[in-house]
């Protein structure tokens, strides 16, 4: 049988940048997964460019019911850390937005960075390896795998939340944490296209593909950026964001205007161009395909001089752009979620080294915790700080 000082379940952004660490100082490491290739969700992340951090993540980027729990390792191994690692391995990046980095190339490179920092310091990988047992022994912990059975001192839960279940997803840090006396924040899908059903949906109908800038807000939480029509609902930056902090039933209120007094508007133009058509001046305001979608709606004809618009059948018209409230049926769900919000409850585990509080030798990482970044890179660094910080504690 053999043995290790770290098994480490899960080969993505958290378990690999853990499975260096270890190794780095000298421990005898192997990263395990059930998958065929490591690392997938890097692959496929940002649109193939990975966007690998915010250069501005702070606590204040995360979900949690812990809402503390992040700032250790956040602060002892940040964005601009792993960015020194990057600028190492020469591999070019740009900002998309001010402190958000992607690869130049291709999120091959930081998969490349990752698998190659491993190997050069020791540690293994294994993949097609799915846990078949798991129990505890004196010494530590007793791993049954297709290939035998193996021991370690120290064992990593890493294997993320339960998004995109096609790739590899399991809820199996949920299952192992739970066995050993942890609770669960209950998972749901975060950062994912909404879905609506019945009038809403037919009033979308034919919007699909229509995009603009739009705010979208619950309660005090509001983000402003791209927003998306698809085919089955809403989509888009704005919307992604403020999915994560939806729950059924509640109204989400959404600017398609941000900025603009669209009423204050459209009487201004009655007043200084009153004959101009309603179908003419719209699109002004907003995209073309919605501004002719917004008409059909509220029944007024494009060809309607605007000086024949009383105040009352503008405010009509205002009222599907600003604030357009609604409630969305529900979401596209893990299928297409970028995150799971909650996951192991926190309150547990050391905010220094992930270890657990009630399991000694038991380690949680990455977003199997109950620890979800906003949309722009956050994701990434709260996986390598995680995986840093239980790294250094193997
Ligand atoms: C489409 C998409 C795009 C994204 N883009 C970005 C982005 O650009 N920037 C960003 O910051 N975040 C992005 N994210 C989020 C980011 O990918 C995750 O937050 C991050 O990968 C979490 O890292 P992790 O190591 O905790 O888990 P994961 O990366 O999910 O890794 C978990 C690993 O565990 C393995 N595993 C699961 N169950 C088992 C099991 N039972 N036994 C053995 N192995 C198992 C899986 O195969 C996987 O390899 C994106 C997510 C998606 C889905």
């Known amino acids: 049988m053999r043995s290790f000082d770290a098994v480490i379940i899960g080969a993505g952004a958290a378990g690999l940048m853990c499975g260096i660490e270890a ?3 000298g421990r005898k490491v192997v990263v395990i997964d059930h998958a065929r290739a490591p690392a997938e969700k890097i692959r496929i992340s940002g649109g193939g460019r990975c966007n690998f951090t915010h250069l ?6 995360y979900l949690s019911q812990n809402p503390h729990f992040c700032k250790s390792a956040l602060k002892r191994f940040g964005p601009w850390d792993f960015l020194d690692r990057v600028i190492a391995h020469h591999i070019p990046y740009h900002h998309k937005t001010e402190g958000q980095l992607f690869c130049d190339n291709s999120a091959k490179d930081i998969i490349d960075m990752l698998l190659g920092d491993l190997r050069a310091h020791g540690g293994e990988l294994w993949l097609q390896s799915p846990v078949q047992g798991l129990d505890q022994t004196p010494q530590g912990f007793r791993l049954s795998l297709p290939d035998g059975v193996i021991e370690t001192t120290k064992l990593v839960l890493a294997t993320g939340g339960l998004s995109i279940p096609k790739m590899g997803a ?9 066995r050993f006396g942890h609770g669960l924040i209950t998972p749901r899908a975060g950062l994912v296209p909404f879905t609506l059903g019945g009038q809403k949906l037919d009033y979308i109908s034919g919007l699909s593909g229509v995009s603009l800038q739009a705010r979208a807000r619950i309660g005090k939480t509001m983000f402003e950026d791209g927003f998306l029509f698809t085919h089955r609902g809403l989509s888009g930056p704005a919307m992604l964001q403020i999915s994560s902090f939806w729950t059924p039933g509640q109204t ?11 009423l204050a508007v459209l009487k201004e133009r ?5 004959r101009q058509h309603i179908g003419n001046v719209l699109p002004d305001l907003v995209p073309t395909r919605l501004s002719e979608r917004i008409l059909e709606v509220t029944i007024i004809a494009p060809e309607t001089r605007i000086a024949d618009l009383s105040d009352k059948r503008l405010s009509a018209l205002t009222a599907l752009m600003q604030p357009w409230a609604l409630i969305p049926d529900g979401t596209e769900g893990y299928r297409t979620a970028e995150v799971t919000v909650g996951g192991v409850d926190t309150t547990q585990v050391s905010s220094q080294t992930m270890e657990s509080q009630l399991c000694p030798g038991l380690f949680i990482i990455g977003e199997a915790l109950d620890v979800t970044g906003w949309l722009g890179g956050y994701n990434f660094q709260w996986a390598w700080s995680s995986g840093w910080a239980a790294g250094q504690a193997l």
């Open 270 to 274: 009655r007043q200084s161009t009153p």
């Open 23 to 25: 190794a780095k100082r």
């Open 252 to 262: 989400v209120e959404i600017d398609l205007l941000p900025g603009t007094d669209a």
């Open 56 to 61: 501005e993540a702070a606590p204040k980027h």
């Open 170 to 178: 399991t809820g199996f840090a949920y299952e192992v944490a739970q």
